[in-house]
């Protein structure tokens, strides 16, 4: 699946569980659903809470001292930013007709047909209108892009063993020097 998931889409009274909500993608994905109208609950680590709280959240579940399945009510869309087996968790708390979205693994197919819910692999495409869409939320101060680290083109292995080690807050920018 391709394209405008949590840009284009009308999500006016929807409910939203995103796992992974305070790093790069998931930062953003917060504040698109809730720009369109969507209620979410996020899984973050205990010291993200404030942060995402104050990106919008109306739930926060600090993943490593409490269960997710045990705390959100069934919810419309599942955004998952984990894989494994919270992934495999998350079908748990979707409605029927729901769906489950994952940036990193094709969910389980013969699963959701069992659900009655929709499952598939999200993977952004280059689209003018939808980085107009998101350029315009910006510029109405809905959405807030939050940088974590700012690293040279020169520094790119430490940019790269940033984001692989690190449970960064917001997005990592390479800087280029003409």
Known sequence: MAGSLLTTADFAGLSVLIHGGAGGVGHFAIQFAKAKGAWVAMTVSAS??????DLGAD?????????????VEAVD?????IGGETQERSFSVIKPGGALISTLQEPDKGRAADQNIRVGRYTAQPNGAQLQEIADLIDEGKVKVVVANT???REVAEAQAALKDKHLRGKVVLKIVG
């Open 151 to 153: 690293f040279e083109l």
């Open 59 to 71: 739930q926060v579940i600090d993943y490593r001292s409490e269960k997710f399945e045990d705390l």
């Open 77 to 81: 869309l599942v955004f998952d930013l």
């Open 48 to 53: 993200n809470k404030g942060f995402v709280s």
